[in-house]
């Protein structure tokens, strides 16, 4: 059985340890300071006798190191050695996740956490449901308070059935009966169920700052957040976006939200208007005869795809063959006949193929597009070619 150094001290990153199996790339010592992972927090990494750690798991119970290459074999003794830069960093980012959320459910008290991640490269922490930014500010101000305070943060062992665990954070059912807990507690403000590493004091982390929070689908929101220095740019780069967005909005940094409104507001009725009159231009397109039959279309700028269709579907109710291409991010091309012996969907499949684009639909009005916006015009001339050749 390995001991686990971990358990008793999260600052050890460097120790003795003897090798109790060696099977391939996965070793097995007598002690570890390196942490397997759990509690949503990654393993640890860093090198046995020189050689690099790439990861560390839990196997029925023991504790496998993955040293790539390695020359070690059983009873060896090997100086060993976490990277704790990286550590240092996990442990400020699981004791962030834990001060965050706390402060949050002060905001909202019935939220509830689903998941959590704690990574070098991402930290979050997944609640339940969207929240208000106004929540997370008032969050973030408790949070701060916490650090500048100072609070202790201490590790202890309770049972699963002492009575004072219903004051503890925790998802009781997941508890085997009978079994031992590690309750993490920051000062006064948090007692959580938590098998992680932590710092021992909120000071270390600095400052706490979220900088984004997305939909995790089924699971809530996720709310991203940095710690230490990561936290003090992060904060710093964003005020700056924000004052330069204050500039361009031609307001104050107080009342950027106000001129966000606004400019939406406009933006809105802007693009509303522009359907409309990109509406009536469409139902208004003069044909031109090419035999027994007519054609309308042309390459209309931004035009939304339902605008497009509605005026497709117009034009061939009204007998006509419709070929409408938009241009904006890319290119949109809609097509539709109301003549005999055109299919739209082999004519715009085709063309939209030689342009690198997809389409389908029926043989009547047919729908596709390709990412390339340059290619409008030659696509236009390409579907009017081809069906004039149809209809020759």
């Known amino acids: 059985m390995t001991e686990e150094i971990f358990r008793r001290d999260s600052y050890a990153f460097e120790f003795e340890a003897k090798v109790l199996s060696a099977d391939g790339d996965e070793i097995e010592l007598d002690i570890t300071a390196f942490y397997p992972g759990g509690g949503g927090q990654v393993c640890d990494t860093g090198k046995i006798r020189g050689s690099d750690v790439t990861e560390v798991f839990l196997n029925k119970n023991r504790i496998i190191h993955r040293v790539p290459g390695n020359d070690l074999n059983h009873g060896d003794t090997v100086w060993c050695s976490v990277d704790w830069d990286r550590r240092y960093d996990l442990m400020m980012g699981h004791t962030g996740e834990h001060l965050l959320f706390c402060s949050l459910r002060r905001q909202v008290p019935d939220l509830s956490v689903n998941k959590i991640y704690i990574s070098p490269k991402s930290k979050c922490v997944v609640v339940d449901r969207d929240i208000s930014w106004d929540d997370i500010r008032e969050a973030a101000v408790f949070a701060n308070r916490a650090i500048r305070d100072n609070l202790p943060v201490t590790k202890t062992v309770m049972s699963r059935d002492d009575p004072e665990m219903c004051r503890v954070r925790i998802k009781k059912e997941r508890i085997p009966e009978g079994e031992d807990v590690s309750v993490v507690s920051i000062g006064d403000i948090d007692l959580s169920a938590c098998s992680g590493l932590h710092v021992m004091e909120t000071g270390e982390l600095e400052m706490i700052f979220v900088d984004r929070k997305v939909s995790a689908g089924k699971d809530g929101t996720a709310v991203h957040f940095k710690v230490g220095n990561e936290a003090k740019d992060a904060a710093a780069y964003l005020a700056n976006t924000c004052l330069q967005a204050s500039d361009a909005a031609e307001s104050k940094p107080e009342d950027l939200m106000r001129a966000v409104s606004n400019l939406r507001a406009e933006t809105e009725t802007l693009r509303k208007t522009a359907g409309l009159f990109a509406r009536e231009r469409l139902m208004s397109l003069v044909p031109a005869a090419v035999g027994d039959a007519e054609i309308v279309g042309g390459v209309f700028p931004s035009v939304d795809l339902p605008i497009l269709s509605e005026a497709a579907e117009y034009h061939k109710n009204s007998g006509r063959i419709c070929i409408l291409v938009s241009v904006g991010d890319g290119t949109s091309a809609v097509m ?35 990412s390339d916006p340059s290619v409008s015009g030659k696509l236009f001339s390409k579907l009017t070619e081809e069906t004039a050749a149809r209809l020759h």
């Open 336 to 370: 539709s006949s109301g003549f005999g012996g055109i299919d739209c969907k082999a004519i715009l499949s085709g063309v939209l193929a030689e342009f690198g684009g997809r389409g389908g639909g029926k043989q009547d009005f047919a729908q596709g597009g390709v």
